[in-house]
C-alpha cells in the first residue's frame, strides 16, 4: 500500500516568515500534486509535478519534486494570511485520478 | 457558477433517516468521485464512475449507495448511517485521458455531515 506522510501537521507562524512543508514516501510516484483546502471549501489543485528534480514556483510558492519522486517539498516565502488552509499532496501513478494517494494534510495557520 | 456544486451543504440526521446528497458538475468531465475526509486521516475515496460506470468501489459499507444517472450528476444515498460516519463528503470531477497522467482533480465544497 502506497503512503504518504506530511509533516508537519500542525505550523503556526507569524506573517513574513518563511516556510517549507514535506510530503514523503517510499514509494515512487509519476506525479506529485499539492492541493490548497480553505475552511469550509473543498481542495483546489495548485501544482503538479512529473518529472524528477522539477521545480515550479507559483509566486511566493515554491514546489519541488525529489529526485527519485519520492517526496515533494513545499515552500513558502514570506507568508500572509491569506495563505491559511490545509495543504494536501497526492501522488500519482499514471493511472487516472482514482489511483491518487493522498497525504494527511498539513494545517498552516499565518497570523497576522 | 463554480465548476462543482454540491448540496446541501451542511446535514444532521439520526440513525434512521435516509438522506441524499447530491453533486453536479459544469466542467464537461467524464469522470465523478465521492471522497470521506476525516479530521486526522487522509481523503478517502469512496467511489469512481467514469463515462457513468461505477469503476471503483473502496469496500464502502453497504448503507452507501452511489447513483450517476448521468455524467454531470452524482448522488450518494444514505441509510441507518452510523455516528462514525460524520464527516466531509466531497465530490470531484476529472477528465479521464488515455495515459491517465497528472489528472487534475476538481472539488466541490462538500456536505458537512454530522450523524446523530
Known amino acids: 500500500t502506497q503512503l504518504l506522510e506530511q509533516s508537519p501537521q500542525f505550523l503556526s507562524i507569524q506573517e513574513g516568515e518563511n516556510l517549507t512543508v514535506y510530503c514523503n514516501s517510499s514509494?515512487?510516484?509519476?506525479?506529485l500534486q499539492w492541493y490548497r483546502q480553505e475552511p469550509g471549501e473543498g481542495p483546489v489543485l495548485l501544482v503538479t509535478v512529473v518529472t524528477g528534480g522539477e521545480v515550479k514556483k507559483l509566486k511566493r510558492l515554491t514546489f519541488q519534486f525529489g529526485d527519485a519522486r519520492k517526496d515533494s517539498s513545499l515552500h513558502i516565502t514570506a507568508a500572509q494570511p491569506g495563505d491559511t488552509g490545509l495543504y494536501l499532496c497526492a501522488g500519482g501513478g499514471g493511472q487516472g485520478a482514482q489511483k491518487l494517494v493522498f497525504g494527511q494534510g498539513t494545517r498552516l495557520t499565518i497570523n497576522p | 457558477e463554480t465548476g462543482v456544486t454540491q448540496t446541501p451543504r451542511h446535514l444532521v440526521m439520526g440513525m434512521t433517516n435516509k438522506k441524499s446528497l447530491k453533486c453536479e458538475q459544469h466542467?464537461?468531465?467524464?469522470?465523478m468521485y465521492w471522497y470521506k475526509q476525516s479530521a486526522k486521516k487522509p481523503l478517502e475515496l469512496m467511489f469512481v464512475y467514469s463515462l457513468e460506470e461505477r469503476v471503483e468501489n473502496n469496500s464502502v459499507p453497504s448503507r452507501f449507495s452511489p447513483e450517476c444517472p448521468n455524467s454531470s450528476h452524482l448522488f450518494l444515498h444514505l441509510h441507518t448511517l452510523q455516528p462514525e460516519d460524520s464527516a466531509l463528503y466531497l465530490c470531484?470531477?476529472?477528465?479521464?485521458?488515455?495515459?491517465?497522467?497528472?489528472?487534475?482533480?476538481?472539488f466541490g465544497s462538500g456536505t458537512q455531515l454530522s450523524v446523530l
Open positions: 466542467l464537461g468531465h467524464n469522470a
Open positions: 514509494s515512487v510516484f509519476s506525479s
Open positions: 470531484a470531477s476529472s477528465q479521464v485521458g488515455i495515459s491517465g497522467q497528472g489528472e487534475k482533480l476538481f
